[in-house]
């Protein structure tokens, strides 16, 4: 079932669920593969609600803020639900740098996280 | 049909000879068995000399090709054997050799063998060499009554018996062998002339798409340039002179194209516009959206100014920070593929009172240090950066300044700044080292941020555009 490279993928309930497995988010070229990768799991669904897992990740890149926004836009758009989870203190300091830390919905873990799609 | 056929045997003179190999090699023994097969003849294969001879005695062969190097009985024990007994003796014996050493013909001579193939060998020189061996049948003579030849060979006596017709044979195979060698070699020098001469034709290619690159190269880092100036452009023009003010900034690209921009400029008689735009990414599309947002973002009068307009008498109307951002973002929204977004601080001074409206997309929070004394104050507004949310309202914020305040706009690559142990350089560092240079001019507080952000990233430099704006009010 897991055949992507950058993320790991479930489905718990109707909750599409993405770990990323990269430790660093910072080039060009992974980020492309994780914008497609996403674009492929999510299929054709519509408004799907999504559960992103930060946990493996310690630095990221402003240009994946975008790719959250592209995101965010698509799943509010079918009236889906988009959470995090898992985020470190220094890359938490990059959403509230640019105050998206109050666009997202962002939660403690994966568990605390399903918890609130009910 | 069987004539036309191209599978027919190359020696049908002597099709289905009963042969007897003597190979340790299972791979070189099954290669050699479906050759032998395939020609049309018997082939019984045994894995040492031993269990060859014994075969031999059982069932008396036509022929026997056997290897030299062999557990239990060697390709020379086995011969001898062969050789030296009177029903077997008359067999054609081929020795495979890799005839490494002269010696070896001696040894080979002195086991009675009648030919030798050397190895590696073409299966079909093998076959003809059989053909050879049985058009000649060997004259059943005994060995014992056979001439002692005495050879002396790298100054060592051999003395062997041999009959004449043998050491015609095996002399004859020995020179056959050297002629087979040398027609290889041959071969493989005609084909080694032929790979060099496709090596130079590669080469000629690959020197020529070489070329090819270096002008792409060129091209490119010449098309770079031009943006890299295009992007120059966007700063503060060199003699920014606003009475009343003092200004100094510091533009460091991470590389040659930069997402970052800033620029301060009179809006009109009263007003000054400052900014700090810090574009998502780097490299060109983060730099083709620079020079794209830095369009709408010019203090000249046009249609595509969100600053400034024109009123029907003529005036000039000055818009207001927060609408200057909601317009931005809705211009902005279509940007779907690239994921592209920028954050941004755009303020507004009204030069005689010294007060500033200014807006924030996401952008890190101003930092004040009043001239009264007292720690740099960080003045942040809320705002989601610019092309992130679609029709979001942005709300500005209003700060007064005191005679001699001076305010630091700057892109997050000056907290963010990571050294080489990831620590970010951070909030609280930079308004220390804000602080301690409040006593000297302002240019040169400017530079002491730059200089400490640039110590921080130390061996690797910075790997985000770093970007400074101070502003000093002294009316």
């Known amino acids: 079932m897991d055949q992507f490279r950058r993320i790991q993928t479930g489905k718990k309930g109707d909750v599409f669920m993405v770990l990323f497995k990269d430790k660093k988010i910072l080039d060009d070229t992974v980020l492309d593969e994780i914008r497609g990768e996403l674009a492929q799991f999510l299929g054709k669904a519509s408004g799907p609600d999504v559960l992103l897992d930060f946990s493996g990740v310690e630095f990221m890149s402003s240009a994946m803020l975008g790719l959250l926004g592209q995101l965010h836009r698509k799943v509010s758009g079918g009236q889906g639900r988009l959470k995090m989870c898992g985020i470190r203190p220094e890359i938490f300091q990059v959403f509230k740098l640019t105050n998206l830390d109050k666009l997202f919905s962002i939660h403690k873990d994966a568990p605390t996280a399903l918890a609130t799609f009910t | ?475």
């Open chain 2, 1 to 475: 049909m069987a004539g036309e056929s191209p599978a027919s045997p190359v020696w049908p003179a002597h099709a289905g000879v009963d042969v007897l190999i003597a190979e340790d090699s299972r791979m070189q023994g099954k290669i050699l068995q479906k050759r032998l097969t395939d020609a049309g003849h018997t082939v019984r294969w045994a894995e040492n000399g031993a269990l060859a001879l014994e075969m031999a005695r059982e069932r008396r062969p036509e022929i026997i090709v056997s290897d030299i190097e062999m557990p239990v009985a060697t390709g020379y024990d086995f011969c001898k054997a062969v050789k030296t007994d009177p029903a077997l003796r008359s067999i054609p014996f081929i020795l495979l050799s890799t005839l490494s050493d002269p010696i070896d013909i001696i040894r080979g001579l002195d086991a009675g063998a009648d030919n030798y193939v050397t190895k590696p060998y073409e299966p079909d020189y093998l076959l003809g060499r059989m053909e050879a061996l049985l058009a000649t049948p060997i004259a059943d003579e005994d060995t014992g009554s056979a001439a002692t030849l005495e050879v002396t060979l790298a100054g060592q006596a051999f003395k062997v018996k041999a009959g004449r017709q043998q050491v015609l044979n095996l002399l004859v195979s020995t020179f056959e062998n050297a002629v087979a060698k040398n027609q290889e070699l041959v071969v493989a020098n005609q084909e080694l002339s032929v790979a060099r001469d496709g090596l130079q034709k590669t080469n000629a290619e690959l020197t020529s798409l070489n070329a090819e690159i270096s002008r792409i190269n060129a091209h490119m880092v010449r098309d770079l340039e031009a943006a890299a100036k295009v992007q120059r452009s966007l700063l503060p023009a060199d003699d920014v002179a606003i009475p009343t003010l003092d200004v100094a900034w510091k533009y460091v690209p991470c590389q040659s194209l930069a997402g970052d921009f800033l620029n301060i400029f009179p809006l009109d008689d009263e007003r000054v516009g400052l900014f700090v735009v810090d574009v998502s990414g780097h490299g060109v599309p983060s730099s083709l959206m620079a020079v794209t947002v830095s369009r709408f973002l010019t203090p000249k009068v046009s249609d595509s100014s969100l600053l400034v307009r024109q009123a029907p008498d003529g005036r000039v109307l000055v818009a207001r920070p927060a609408e200057v951002a909601t317009q931005l973002n809705r211009l902005f929204q279509a940007d779907e593929f690239s994921g592209l977004y920028f954050t941004m601080l755009y303020g507004v001074l009204h030069v005689p009172s010294g007060r500033l409206e200014y807006v924030s997309g996401g952008h890190p929070a101003l930092v004040r240090v009043p001239a009264a004394g007292g720690p740099p104050e960080f003045h942040g507004a809320e705002g989601f950066p610019i092309a992130f949310v679609p029709d979001v309202e942005y709300e500005h914020k209003t700060l007064d300044l005191r005679p001699g305040d001076r305010i630091y706009l700057y892109s997050d690559g000056v907290p963010e700044a990571m050294d080489a142990a990831q620590e970010p350089y951070g909030e609280d560092k930079m308004a220390a080292c804000i602080d301690d240079s409040r006593g000297e001019p302002l240019a040169a507080s400017v530079t002491a941020l730059l200089t400490a952000v640039e110590q921080w990233c130390r061996p690797n430099g910075p790997l985000d555009d770093v970007t400074i704006l101070g502003v000093e009010w002294k009316p």
